[in-house]
């Protein structure tokens, strides 16, 4: 009695010492996993606009002359200035045709609705396509499944018939009739090669029609003309913004200074052109700022748009563009901001920042939690998952469809990503899809 006592005391020490072997492995495991697996900060989506930036570096110039500015395409009527005469502010400097202003608010809302309609019709080309290629898939997985079928029916009925062979054989041999025997044994071998040969074919015929299936499944054709048709049409909209000005005005152009008439750029009976119809002094005592900017940055602004101009430490906030041109060498546009008086000094640089800002996006994220890959976009997102040390973080790959994103936030499709997704924004080592991580401590 005592011997198995003694036995059950020292198995039971050994468990206990494997045990706590084992608690010390984990440990050590654990201690080790702090020092190799990355640190990561995590951040959840939120809603926020994404702005876009434009800064460009200028001069500020002598304020000699400005340029009196209208829409495009529009028909003069009367010029009411002329050369060397002093002008007020709001002053009628020109007339435009009325019955023509109005034509060409018709005929830039004409282009505008164009564009939506073309955004229509691809629409309903894409649904169309969309129902169609689930049209081909439904159909050809109903193929599948008709196939499989029949081919359980051939290969039951092929399997009957061999056990009938089976038990037709197994008659003649307890008759020990070996003619009955040899006929009965081809038969069987026949029905047994019938069977295989059928069940080959039933497979080869079921691999090609779920290819079909893949097939049918396939991927939509990538199409932007939606998206470029969008930018268009937020042109235009910013045109018939103008015109319909213009017509509350009944198409009187106004001098924007007091000043002297340097410059008719227009006659009676012209149309305008995209730049200046008149030139003229500025009475006040004031610079301008100018600047060249590429064609690519020239699309980002408009005459009007508001601007703010930094230089030396001095900061001057909503300027507007007052005009957009041509340099000599038509590779560059000028750009210049008239500014008020005793703002800034001759001959310094200067800056100028304009910011347009987005519709308000509800799935947005830091840039540096985006990335990409074969042209994809994609983010890593914390996720708890069991294993033998106990529970553990890693890190998961999840696809994003991108919407907009400027040089600090990313915006993206909802769809795309869970409201309380744990993202990593970022680790103090390199982090790839399936990797332990860890939060870092608040």
């Given at each position: 009695?005592?011997?198995?006592?003694?036995?059950?005391?020292?198995?039971?020490?050994?468990?206990?010492?494997?045990?706590?072997?084992?608690?010390?492995?984990?440990?050590?495991?654990?201690?080790?996993?702090?020092?190799?697996?990355?640190?990561?900060?995590?951040?959840?989506?939120?809603?926020?606009?994404?702005?876009?930036?434009?800064?460009?570096?200028?001069?500020?110039?002598?304020?000699?002359?400005?340029?009196?500015?209208?829409?495009?395409?529009?028909?003069?009527?009367?010029?009411?200035?002329?050369?060397?005469?002093?002008?007020?502010?709001?002053?009628?400097?020109?007339?435009?045709?009325?019955?023509?202003?109005?034509?060409?608010?018709?005929?830039?809302?004409?282009?505008?609705?164009?564009?939506?309609?073309?955004?229509?019709?691809?629409?309903?080309?894409?649904?169309?396509?969309?129902?169609?290629?689930?049209?081909?898939?439904?159909?050809?997985?109903?193929?599948?499944?008709?196939?499989?079928?029949?081919?359980?029916?051939?290969?039951?009925?092929?399997?009957?018939?061999?056990?009938?062979?089976?038990?037709?054989?197994?008659?003649?041999?307890?008759?020990?009739?070996?003619?009955?025997?040899?006929?009965?044994?081809?038969?069987?071998?026949?029905?047994?090669?019938?069977?295989?040969?059928?069940?080959?074919?039933?497979?080869?015929?079921?691999?090609?029609?779920?290819?079909?299936?893949?097939?049918?499944?396939?991927?939509?054709?990538?199409?932007?003309?939606i998206e470029i048709n969008n930018i268009a049409i937020k042109k235009l909209e910013k045109q018939i913004g103008k015109l319909t000005d213009l017509e509350e005005m009944k198409g009187e152009i106004l001098a924007p200074r007091d000043g002297v008439i340097t410059e008719i750029l227009v006659n009676v009976g012209q149309k305008t052109l995209d730049s200046a119809i008149f030139t003229m002094t500025d009475d006040r005592e004031g610079f301008l700022f100018a600047a060249k900017m590429t064609?690519?940055?020239?699309?980002?602004?408009?005459?009007?748009?508001?601007?703010?101009?930094?230089?030396?430490?001095?900061?001057?906030?909503?300027?507007?563009?007052?005009?957009?041109?041509?340099?000599?060498?038509?590779?560059?546009?000028?750009?210049?901001?008239?500014?008020?008086?005793?703002?800034?000094?001759?001959?310094?640089?200067?800056?100028?920042?304009?910011?347009?800002?987005?519709?308000?996006?509800?799935?947005?994220?830091?840039?540096?939690?985006?990335?990409?890959?074969?042209?994809?976009?994609?983010?890593?997102?914390?996720?708890?998952?069991?294993?033998?040390?106990?529970?553990?973080?890693?890190?998961?790959?999840?696809?994003?469809?991108?919407?907009?994103?400027?040089?600090?936030?990313?915006?993206?499709?909802?769809?795309?990503?869970?409201?309380?997704?744990?993202?990593?924004?970022?680790?103090?080592?390199?982090?790839?899809?399936?990797?332990?991580?860890?939060?870092?401590?608040?």
């Amino acid at each position: 009695m005592n011997k198995k006592k003694k036995i059950i005391s020292f198995w039971g020490r050994g468990f206990l010492l494997l045990m706590g072997i084992m608690v010390l492995f984990t440990v050590i495991s654990k201690a080790a996993a702090s020092f190799t697996v990355a640190n990561v900060s995590v951040t959840e989506p939120t809603s926020r606009k994404i702005q876009h930036t434009l800064i460009v570096e200028g001069r500020i110039e002598k304020n000699r002359e400005l340029s009196v500015m209208t829409q495009p395409d529009l028909l003069v009527k009367r010029v009411l200035a002329s050369v060397g005469q002093r002008v007020e502010k709001g002053e009628v400097l020109a007339v435009l045709d009325e019955v023509h202003l109005r034509e060409q608010i018709d005929y830039v809302r004409g282009e505008k609705r164009a564009l939506e309609l073309q955004n229509e019709a691809v629409m309903q080309n894409q649904r169309q396509a969309e129902n169609k290629r689930l049209r081909d898939r439904s159909q050809a997985q109903e193929d599948y499944e008709l196939l499989r079928e029949k081919n359980k029916r051939t290969l039951a009925g092929l399997s009957v018939e061999l056990e009938k062979a089976k038990r037709t054989l197994k008659k003649a041999e307890r008759r020990k009739d070996k003619e009955s025997s040899l006929v009965a044994q081809r038969e069987v071998e026949e029905k047994r090669e019938a069977y295989k040969a059928a069940r080959i074919a039933a497979k080869e015929e079921e691999k090609v029609a779920k290819r079909a299936i893949r097939e049918a499944q396939g991927q939509p054709e990538t199409d932007n003309s939606i998206e470029i048709n969008n930018i268009a049409i937020k042109k235009l909209e910013k045109q018939i913004g103008k015109l319909t000005d213009l017509e509350e005005m009944k198409g009187e152009i106004l001098a924007p200074r007091d000043g002297v008439i340097t410059e008719i750029l227009v006659n009676v009976g012209q149309k305008t052109l995209d730049s200046a119809i008149f030139t003229m002094t500025d009475d006040r005592e004031g610079f301008l700022f100018a600047a060249k900017m590429t064609p690519e940055e020239a699309t980002l602004v408009s005459m009007g748009d508001t601007l703010t101009l930094t230089a030396s430490g001095r900061e001057e906030k909503d300027l507007s563009i007052t005009s957009l041109e041509l340099d000599e060498s038509k590779e560059f546009m000028v750009v210049t901001v008239l500014l008020p008086a005793e703002s800034f000094y001759l001959g310094e640089t200067a800056s100028m920042k304009v910011t347009q800002e987005s519709e308000n996006h509800s799935c947005t994220i830091p840039i540096t939690a985006l990335r990409q890959e074969s042209g994809r976009y994609y983010v890593l997102v914390v996720e708890k998952q069991n294993t033998i040390l106990g529970e553990q973080e890693k890190a998961v790959k999840e696809e994003v469809k991108v919407l907009d994103k400027n040089e600090m936030y990313a915006a993206l499709e909802s769809e795309s990503i869970k409201e309380d997704s744990q993202i990593i924004a970022d680790s103090d080592r390199y982090v790839e899809a399936g990797d332990k991580v860890r939060l870092k401590e608040e």
